[in-house]
């Protein structure tokens, strides 16, 4: 099979997304269920549309583009990423895995070839945690990781529900419904650029990944007692931040002590009250990030991270209390998924590399219920949630080439 990728509509569908958008370019922000993300949703699903594919969503938003294969009755093979996008982003993290999977079909739709199996592109909804504090939620239900109860009661900044926010933009089902049925995919193919610098230093164009590391995260408040800041001196203070910052350079060392670089710990949050620069805080909030490919060792750095919030506790006399948001298992590709990808990449002497996905993904929970794989290519300095991200077209076509192909080993 001799495909060909349109790389010009590629590049400029990519550039058209990106310009819808709440920020100015080359930043890109779209957050879930907001005007703006229903416009790209909309823009999306046109585009499905002319490639005479046919769409439905569900009731959290996941938007399924159908093409219909000679065995209806037969599990569908599926791509696709997400479109949603954190504050202040760029322009090809999940974008790459939606447009260049509806490239991918087209391509294939050029070609004539016909598939056994349904191919589905699949627009995963609020793959981003930015509006209600998890990632993945789409997936999550889709997979049946989290209950529908729960998700309905997650809220925003605001304090309105996924229900409230959903039902308001538009999507009135049940969640109850949106969990798939077993069997629903053969397999399922998620392009994505890389997010890290692996592949460009070792200069290969592409990476088949092996596992997805396993995430978890959790909302830690520290209670201290505020003051004066001229009037309280220093031992008699129970200064909220102080402990909230040697806390972070403890979970810091928690992640460097561990004897893996797989483990990795990040506080990305830190919400201080009052907020004044003459009172002492007397309340911290923040969020811990951590991940692991080892399961055992990921959960072994959160408890000592408990100990030492303990520690720290007891000494400044503050409260520090931990809620997990969410803690998750990791994942391994399936075998056959990981064999299309490269008999494809074989196909054109396009040499890759076997990895590891340390950034988590929709296919981390999809894989929960299918054979999953996932094909990185390569981002400029590793360079992602950031308006410099960069994927050159070149990269862009060469994964949908290759996702194209071994989507149609995989539905023939």
């Not at 002319?50 to 439905?56: D, F, H, K």
């Not at 209950?147 to 926010?165: F, I, P, Q, T, Y």
């Not at 978890?216 to 009037?231: D, F, K, P, Q, V």
């Not at 201080?272 to 959960?299: C, E, K, M």
Request: aromatic content about 4%; some cysteine.
């Amino acid at each position: 099979m001799k495909l060909e990728i349109d790389q010009q509509r590629l590049n400029a569908e990519i550039e058209t997304l990106a310009a819808i958008s709440d920020a100015e370019p080359p930043a890109v922000t779209r957050i879930v269920f907001t005007s703006t993300d229903l416009k790209a949703r909309a823009w999306m699903i046109a585009r499905c549309e002319e490639a005479g594919l046919a769409v439905r969503q569900d009731a959290i938003g996941n938007i399924f583009a159908r093409w219909n294969g000679a065995d209806s009755g037969a599990p569908a093979v599926g791509t696709g990423s997400h479109i949603d996008a954190i504050p202040n982003a760029g322009k090809y993290d999940g974008v790459v895995g939606v447009l260049g999977g509806l490239e991918a079909i087209r391509a294939l739709q050029r070609n004539g070839f016909q598939p056994k199996n349904s191919i589905e592109l699949l627009v995963f909804a609020t793959e981003e945690p930015t509006r209600f504090g998890i990632g993945c939620l789409g997936s999550r239900l889709l997979s049946g990781t989290l209950s529908a109860d729960v998700a309905a009661k997650l809220k925003d900044h605001d304090g309105e529900s996924v229900d409230e926010v959903r039902r308001r933009a538009g999507f009135s089902g049940s969640l109850q419904d949106v969990r798939l049925t077993t069997g629903y995919y053969k397999a399922f193919l998620e392009l994505h650029i890389e997010q890290g610098p692996l592949l460009e230093r070792a200069r290969t164009s592409l990476g088949i990944v092996k596992s997805i590391a396993a995430p978890a995260s959790l909302r830690i408040s520290i209670e201290g007692a505020g003051g004066h800041a001229g009037g309280v001196l220093m031992p008699d203070r129970k200064d909220a931040l102080c402990a909230a910052a040697e806390l972070i350079l403890a979970i810091e060392n928690v992640a460097r002590s561990s004897g893996a670089a797989d483990t990795v710990a990040t506080v990305g949050v830190c919400d201080v009250f009052p907020g004044a620069v003459n009172s002492i805080p007397s309340r911290v909030g923040i969020t811990l990030d951590i991940r692991d490919t080892d399961l055992g060792r990921r959960d072994e750095a959160m408890r000592k991270i408990e100990r030492a919030s303990q520690q720290i506790a007891a000494k400044r006399q503050v409260s520090i209390k931990s809620a997990v948001l969410n803690a998750d298992a990791p994942a391994d590709c399936a075998p056959e998924v990981r064999a299309a990808l490269a008999e494809s990449s074989r196909q054109h002497g396009f040499p890759f590399l076997e990895m590891v996905s340390r950034a988590y993904h929709d296919s981390l929970f999809i894989s929960r219920i299918a054979p999953t794989g996932m094909l990185f290519i390569p981002c400029r300095n590793g360079y992602s949630h950031r308006p410099d991200e960069y994927a050159a077209p070149e990269d862009i076509a060469r994964g949908a080439q290759v996702l194209a192909e071994a989507l149609a080993r995989l539905s023939a």
